[in-house]
């Protein structure tokens, strides 16, 4: 069983920075991309930003610029540093995750999502 425990989410002011962090623990063997996923009221879940095992990061457009992804791999914990945070990211924000869990069984798992709200 894989296991990924969110935290970081809250109340912000427009212009304000939160950092989200997502780990997993488990039984696996490794942890391959990790990725943010976001899902506001009414609209669709879209890719905030994804990260490999080897630290290359590639964002959404809406995550260009302002979000921040990384990862410790020792930890297997995939970080989002959220910066200039305007209404429009309010929304519930969910990781996922690429585990290997043998040399021929990769599955990915979600977070149970973590609320944030940007709002004066």
């Known amino acids: 069983q894989v296991q990924l425990v969110e935290s970081g989410g809250g109340l912000v002011q427009p212009g304000g920075s939160l950092r989200l962090s997502c780990a997993a623990s488990g039984e696996f063997l490794a942890v391959n991309t990790m990725s943010w996923h976001r899902q506001a009221p009414g609209k669709q879940r879209e890719l905030v930003a994804f990260?490999?095992?080897?630290?290359?990061?590639n964002y959404g457009d809406s995550a260009k610029g302002r979000f921040t992804i990384s990862r410790d791999n020792a930890k297997n914990t995939v970080y989002l540093q959220m910066n200039s945070l305007q209404p429009e990211d309010t929304a519930v924000y969910y990781c996922e995750v690429l585990v290997v869990l043998s040399a021929s069984n990769v599955e990915d798992y979600w977070g149970q999502g973590t609320q944030v709200t940007v709002s004066s």
């Open positions: 990260i490999t095992y080897g630290g290359t990061a």
